[in-house]
Structures are given as structure tokens and as C-alpha cells.
């Protein structure tokens, strides 16, 4: 059973009238909508002439509908690339020109369309898919009447390709295959204790392996609903909270929660498990949530790459501040820069290597052979240390990422933006910690010629080029960076510096 989409449709529930999404507004959507939803999608897709492994971007609100889009490009053995609603047209031409997709599926408010980015790029068709799941994706749907066949896949063709950005270059394109993401969804589902009984709470975005995957892949393995919300909203969550068993959310979701004056019991009755993720969980804040509510949240590890890595145990002891243990089949290491694993309690590189790692870069073999050691484990960028039970503490990221809110945010991209506006010299791009957020993103600047630069105005200029979550907090401006003998920033120093911006 190698196509995840039949994994799935394998544990659907006997009774196909079983409740699969309820809305925020009481809309709901069954088992049986599911499977007629996705068929007739799948339709849509087949006569648009897409073969196995043809690329599929969608830049879609979240939405039902868009879930079973997704779902049929599985069926179909497409490729699904999800992209983030919030990239400008900028970064929209970039991901275009490299996935070279056979088919669009976008917001009609997007830059794709407002901006008519597939003028000059051929054989691309276009459909449209709103966030009350209406469109052009549906109006052709009643003249297709020939049944869709679920296409044969091997556990190594592609399923789905997310972006990740680099320290030094453009976004790359990580493979996920079938094998990797049936492989980690049957492992956490069970790991986690899902079961027939579960009701999770979805306030995710679904362009990140966090909603898409790890989410959506518990529940469906169960054969159970899921409330689905839009977006993040503390009063949506502490109203729904009593109607299900499981929230999974970032850091940010559980800072907010905690000044909720109706987190309580009896918003808590049925909830059996809070999962966080995505971002580096403070100590601090799992001990005041406990506290308050009894709960000890279960923090986990993972990567787009990797999908989930580590997790604290469902029934035994779960470590503030630590990602717990390695999941089962997955092997983690820590090695010196030259590959040599230590011992407990040394810290060192995160290495991982297991069925739910990827294929590799989408057209870009040699990163991938850089990301990789001579005996196949992944080097994840990250710097942490295994204590003698095998829990993994992350201390740090070798790579510079900065994850701010659960996204994540790599600052060459941002550097080279703003290093190229008038006035800039240069410029440096830190996470420093974020009371609401984990990190939250700063940018240090080097004026030139001692012009003013408006620090609203450079905001401005940014967000035209960047999505939101992207573009700094805050903008410094100083006489010089801090160097080393050579030449590069010492970016630990502006974090010193600069590390109680946020502080409350």
C-alpha cells in the first residue's frame, strides 16, 4: 500500500457518514463528503491532462475543500507543492520558474493572478479556489463523468514538494515521498495514542508540514473529525477546546492561552493531550501551563525535511526544555563538525537518518550531497546534546534559521533585500526571544553616508518584497557590525545585544 492517499482511505471508518471536518461556522463535512469531494476533484485534475508526478502549486486559503485538493493530487500520484498565502509576487516568479508546474490552483486575491505572473510562462493552466472553497477548480466539474482510478505508486515517488530556504541562496524544494510521510504518519499516530475516540482542534496553516502532515495525518489515520479553523484565534480555541480530546499548536498558541481567563476546567474536560511544535518551547512557559492547567505539554522535534524527528513519550516522563526521544526507527546523533558522534551530555551536530528523511532537492543534487554524510545520516543544522536516557535539548542552529511563530525565517533572504535599498549599506538579520512569538526578527543596519532611514518607511519597503512574518520587528541602525578576523558578522554579539528588545 505504497500511495498514502489509499493508506488513508483504508482507515476511513465502516460508517462513511462519521463526521470528518466541522467548520467554525457549524459546517460540517463527512467521510463520504471526503471520498466524493476528492473523486470529483481528481476528475477536475484528469482532464486536464496530468501525468504521475507532474507538479500541482496551490497558494489557497485554508480551507476543506483545499484538503481534499490535496487529497487528489495523492490519489492521482501528483506532486503537491503548498505554498504560503503570504509571498509577494517577488517570491511567487521564483517558485514558478523552478517547480515548472503543469497546474496553478491560487487564491483570486493572489499575486499570481492580480499580478499575471503566467503571462510569460507557457503551459501553465490556471484555476482558482477562494477560502468559502469556491472557484473555477469546481465549474467544469459536471460535464467530467469518467471514474478516476487511484494511480500505482512506490514508496519513493514524490508526494509532495515544500520549500525551505538557505543561509547562502535561494529556496529549495524538498522531495517528501509517499514512504516518508505513511512511515512517520503511522509511527506518531501511534506514538501519540490516537485513537476512534480522538476529536483534534486544527488551527494550523496548511502549506507547513506541522498542518498538513503531522495534523492531518493523525486524524486521518483514526478515521475521526477534526474542528478546523481558519486561523489561530485564542477566543476560537477556548470556545472549541471542550469539543475535542488533542490541540496541536505552537509556542505562541499556549503564551496566549495562559492569559485566557477562561483556560479552566471546564474548558479542559476533554482535552487528553497538548502537543507543541515548530518553534523551541521555554521552559518557563511549560511550567506556569502546567501549573495552571495540569497539563504537561508534549514538545516534539521535526524538520520539513525529516517531517517528525523526536517527542517526548505519551505515558512517561515528559522534559521541559527537552524534544524528548528519538522516534521509533529513527536514529539520532550528535558529531563533531568532522562527522565524529559524542557521548551523553556533549553538545555537537544534530544528525538524523530514517525512513522519514527525504528524497533530496527538487533539481538540486549537489545540496543534497552536502546535507549528507558518508553514511547516510542527515545533517540537520541544528546543535544540541542526548542526556543518558536519550533526550535531545536543541540549544541552538548552526544554520542561522530563526523561527518566529512557528515560520521559519532565514535572514540571508532578507539581508539581500535590504543591502539592495537606497541608503542601506548593510545590514544583519537576528531572532532574539519573543514573548508571544519564540523569536521574533530584527534587522541591525549600516547607514550610508549617515542618511535617515525611517524605520516604518523601511517596513513598508520590506513588505512589498517579503511575506509579513518575514519583515524585522524591529530595525536598528549603528556605525558599524560587529566583525571577526574574518570578516564575517559575529551575529552572537547582536544577539547579546539586542537579546531584551522584547522583554515585557
Given at each position: 500500500?505504497?500511495n498514502?492517499y489509499?493508506?488513508?482511505?483504508d482507515?476511513?471508518?465502516?460508517?462513511l457518514t462519521?463526521n470528518?471536518i466541522?467548520t467554525?461556522?457549524n459546517?460540517?463535512?463527512?467521510?463520504?463528503?471526503?471520498?466524493?469531494?476528492t473523486?470529483?476533484?481528481?476528475k477536475?485534475?484528469?482532464?486536464y491532462?496530468?501525468?504521475?508526478?507532474?507538479?500541482?502549486?496551490?497558494?489557497?486559503k485554508k480551507?476543506p475543500?483545499?484538503i481534499?485538493?490535496?487529497?487528489?493530487?495523492?490519489?492521482?500520484?501528483?506532486?503537491?507543492?503548498?505554498?504560503?498565502?503570504s509571498?509577494?509576487?517577488s517570491?511567487?516568479?521564483?517558485?514558478?520558474d523552478?517547480?515548472?508546474?503543469?497546474?496553478?490552483?491560487?487564491?483570486?486575491?493572489s499575486?499570481?493572478?492580480?499580478?499575471?505572473?503566467l503571462?510569460?510562462?507557457?503551459?501553465?493552466?490556471?484555476?482558482?479556489l477562494?477560502?468559502h472553497?469556491?472557484g473555477?477548480?469546481?465549474?467544469s466539474?459536471?460535464?467530467?463523468?469518467h471514474?478516476?482510478?487511484?494511480t500505482?505508486?512506490?514508496?519513493?515517488?514524490v508526494?509532495?514538494i515544500?520549500?525551505?530556504?538557505g543561509?547562502t541562496g535561494?529556496?529549495?524544494g524538498?522531495?517528501?515521498?509517499h514512504?516518508?510521510?505513511?512511515?512517520?504518519a503511522?509511527?506518531?499516530h501511534q506514538?501519540?495514542?490516537?485513537?476512534n475516540d480522538?476529536?483534534?482542534?486544527?488551527?494550523?496553516?496548511?502549506?507547513h508540514?506541522?498542518?498538513?502532515?503531522?495534523?492531518?495525518?493523525?486524524?486521518l489515520?483514526?478515521?475521526?473529525?477534526?474542528i478546523?479553523?481558519?486561523?489561530f484565534?485564542?477566543?476560537?480555541i477556548?470556545?472549541?477546546l471542550?469539543?475535542?480530546?488533542?490541540?496541536?499548536?505552537v509556542?505562541?498558541?499556549?503564551?496566549?492561552?495562559?492569559?485566557?481567563?477562561e483556560?479552566?476546567?471546564?474548558?479542559?474536560?476533554?482535552?487528553?493531550?497538548?502537543?507543541?511544535?515548530?518553534?523551541?518551547?521555554?521552559?518557563?512557559?511549560?511550567d506556569?501551563?502546567y501549573?495552571?492547567?495540569?497539563?504537561?505539554?508534549?514538545?516534539?522535534?521535526?524538520m520539513?525535511?525529516?517531517?517528525?524527528?523526536?517527542?517526548?513519550?505519551?505515558?512517561?516522563e515528559?522534559?521541559?526544555?527537552?524534544?524528548g526521544q528519538?522516534?521509533?526507527?529513527i536514529a539520532?546523533?550528535?558529531?563533531?563538525?568532522?562527522?565524529?558522534?559524542?557521548?551523553?551530555?556533549?553538545t555537537?551536530?544534530?544528525q538524523?537518518?530514517?525512513?522519514?528523511?527525504?528524497?533530496?532537492?527538487?533539481?538540486?543534487?549537489?545540496?543534497?550531497?552536502e546535507?549528507?554524510?558518508?553514511?547516510?545520516f542527515?545533517?540537520t543544522?541544528?546543535v544540541?546534546?542526548?542526556d543518558?536516557?536519550?533526550?535531545?535539548?536543541?540549544?541552538?542552529?548552526?544554520?542561522?534559521?530563526?523561527?518566529?511563530?512557528?515560520?521559519?525565517?532565514y535572514?540571508?533572504?532578507?539581508e539581500?533585500?535590504?543591502n539592495a535599498l537606497d541608503?542601506i549599506?548593510?545590514?544583519?538579520?537576528i531572532?532574539?526571544p519573543?514573548?508571544d512569538?519564540?523569536?521574533?526578527v530584527i534587522a541591525?543596519v549600516?547607514?550610508e553616508?549617515n542618511?535617515?532611514?525611517?524605520?516604518?518607511?523601511?517596513k513598508?519597503l520590506?513588505k512589498?518584497?517579503?511575506?509579513?512574518?518575514?519583515?524585522?520587528?524591529?530595525?536598528?541602525?549603528?556605525?558599524?557590525?560587529?566583525?571577526?578576523?574574518?570578516?564575517?558578522?559575529?551575529?552572537?554579539?547582536?544577539?547579546?545585544?539586542?537579546?531584551?528588545?522584547?522583554d515585557?
Amino acid at each position: 500500500m505504497s500511495n498514502l492517499y489509499a493508506l488513508f482511505e483504508d482507515r476511513f471508518p465502516v460508517d462513511l457518514t462519521q463526521n470528518f471536518i466541522a467548520t467554525k461556522d457549524n459546517k460540517t463535512y463527512s467521510y463520504q463528503d471526503l471520498l466524493s469531494s476528492t473523486s470529483q476533484i481528481a476528475k477536475i485534475l484528469s482532464s486536464y491532462k496530468l501525468s504521475k508526478g507532474d507538479r500541482v502549486i496551490f497558494q489557497v486559503k485554508k480551507s476543506p475543500e483545499a484538503i481534499f485538493l490535496y487529497l487528489a493530487c495523492l490519489k492521482l500520484g501528483l506532486i503537491s507543492v503548498p505554498l504560503n498565502t503570504s509571498y509577494t509576487a517577488s517570491e511567487l516568479s521564483y517558485f514558478l520558474d523552478d517547480i515548472e508546474p503543469g497546474l496553478v490552483v491560487c487564491d483570486p486575491a493572489s499575486p499570481i493572478i492580480k499580478e499575471n505572473l503566467l503571462h510569460t510562462r507557457k503551459n501553465i493552466s490556471l484555476l482558482t479556489l477562494d477560502k468559502h472553497g469556491k472557484g473555477s477548480l469546481f465549474k467544469s466539474s459536471d460535464n467530467i463523468s469518467h471514474p478516476v482510478q487511484a494511480t500505482d505508486v512506490v514508496g519513493d515517488d514524490v508526494a509532495c514538494i515544500l520549500y525551505t530556504s538557505g543561509t547562502t541562496g535561494k529556496p529549495k524544494g524538498a522531495m517528501i515521498t509517499h514512504e516518508n510521510l505513511s512511515s512517520n504518519a503511522l509511527t506518531v499516530h501511534q506514538s501519540w495514542g490516537f485513537n476512534n475516540d480522538d476529536v483534534l482542534l486544527h488551527a494550523l496553516p496548511i502549506f507547513h508540514v506541522h498542518g498538513l502532515f503531522v495534523a492531518l495525518n493523525c486524524v486521518l489515520l483514526s478515521g475521526t473529525p477534526m474542528i478546523f479553523l481558519p486561523e489561530f484565534n485564542v477566543d476560537d480555541i477556548i470556545k472549541f477546546l471542550p469539543r475535542v480530546t488533542v490541540l496541536m499548536g505552537v509556542p505562541t498558541f499556549y503564551s496566549r492561552l495562559l492569559l485566557h481567563s477562561e483556560l479552566n476546567d471546564t474548558s479542559l474536560k476533554n482535552i487528553r493531550l497538548f502537543i507543541s511544535g515548530s518553534a523551541p518551547l521555554l521552559k518557563e512557559m511549560s511550567d506556569d501551563f502546567y501549573a495552571k492547567t495540569g497539563h504537561r505539554i508534549l514538545e516534539r522535534y521535526g524538520m520539513t525535511e525529516t517531517v517528525m524527528i523526536a517527542s517526548n513519550p505519551l505515558n512517561e516522563e515528559r522534559i521541559p526544555g527537552t524534544v524528548g526521544q528519538a522516534l521509533p526507527n529513527i536514529a539520532v546523533r550528535i558529531t563533531t563538525d568532522d562527522d565524529m558522534t559524542l557521548e551523553a551530555g556533549e553538545t555537537g551536530n544534530i544528525q538524523v537518518s530514517g525512513p522519514n528523511v527525504f528524497k533530496g532537492y527538487w533539481r538540486n543534487p549537489e545540496k543534497y550531497q552536502e546535507e549528507f554524510t558518508k553514511d547516510g545520516f542527515f545533517k540537520t543544522g541544528d546543535v544540541g546534546f542526548l542526556d543518558n536516557k536519550g533526550y535531545l535539548t536543541i540549544v541552538g542552529r548552526s544554520k542561522d534559521l530563526i523561527i518566529s511563530g512557528g515560520y521559519n525565517v532565514y535572514p540571508k533572504e532578507i539581508e539581500s533585500i535590504m543591502n539592495a535599498l537606497d541608503g542601506i549599506h548593510e545590514s544583519a538579520v537576528i531572532g532574539v526571544p519573543h514573548p508571544d512569538f519564540g523569536e521574533g526578527v530584527i534587522a541591525v543596519v549600516v547607514k550610508e553616508n549617515n542618511k535617515k532611514i525611517d524605520e516604518s518607511n523601511l517596513k513598508i519597503l520590506l513588505k512589498q518584497e517579503l511575506a509579513t512574518y518575514k519583515v524585522p520587528k524591529r530595525i536598528f541602525d549603528i556605525s558599524e557590525l560587529p566583525l571577526n578576523v574574518m570578516g564575517k558578522v559575529q551575529k552572537n554579539t547582536l544577539r547579546e545585544r539586542y537579546n531584551s528588545v522584547f522583554d515585557t
